[in-house]
Nanobody, 126 residues
Framework: QLQLVESGGGLVQPGGSLRLSCKGS????????IGWFRQAPGKQREGVSC????????YYADSVKGRFTISRDNAKDTVTLQMNSLKPEDTAVYFC???????????????????WGQGTQVIVSS
C-alpha cells in the first residue's frame, strides 16, 4: 500500500523560499499523479499543484503560478514543490496526495486522490 510522507515545511520570512518533498513508499510512484494541496485555518482545502506520470503535465493554481514549481524524480519516488517568493497567504498545512493515473492532465479534485500524506506546516511571517 502506498504511503506518502511530506517534509520541508517550516517558518520563513515573506519573500523567502521553501522546498517541500513528498516521498513515497510501499509502491513506486511511476504511475501516479501527485498533487499538492494546502489548508489554512478556517479555510477550505485548496489544490496548489499537480504533476502526472505519463507526459509530465503540470498544473498550478493561479495563486501560486510563477512562484511554485513541481517536479518529480521517479527513481527516488519523490515529488518536490519548490516555493519561491512566499507570501503570508501561503501559510497553511501542505499535503501531498497520489492517485494512479495513466492519462494526460491531472485529477481535478482532492476527492480524486486516494492516498494522502500527513501534511507539513508552512508559516510565512516576519
Amino acid at each position: 500500500q502506498l504511503q506518502l510522507v511530506e517534509s520541508g515545511g517550516g517558518l520563513v520570512q515573506p519573500g523567502g523560499s521553501l522546498r517541500l518533498s513528498c516521498k513515497g513508499s510501499g509502491s513506486t510512484l511511476d504511475h501516479y499523479a501527485i498533487g499538492w494541496f494546502r489548508q489554512a485555518p478556517g479555510k477550505q482545502r485548496e489544490g496548489v499543484s499537480c504533476i502526472n506520470s505519463s507526459d509530465g503535465f503540470t498544473y498550478y493554481a493561479d495563486s501560486v503560478k510563477g512562484r511554485f514549481t513541481i517536479s518529480r524524480d521517479n527513481a527516488k519516488d519523490t515529488v518536490t514543490l519548490q516555493m519561491n517568493s512566499l507570501k503570508p497567504e501561503d501559510t497553511a498545512v501542505y499535503f501531498c496526495a497520489a492517485e494512479a493515473w495513466y492519462g494526460s492532465s491531472c485529477p481535478v479534485d482532492g476527492q480524486d486522490f486516494g492516498s494522502w500524506g500527513q501534511g507539513t506546516q508552512v508559516i510565512v511571517s516576519s
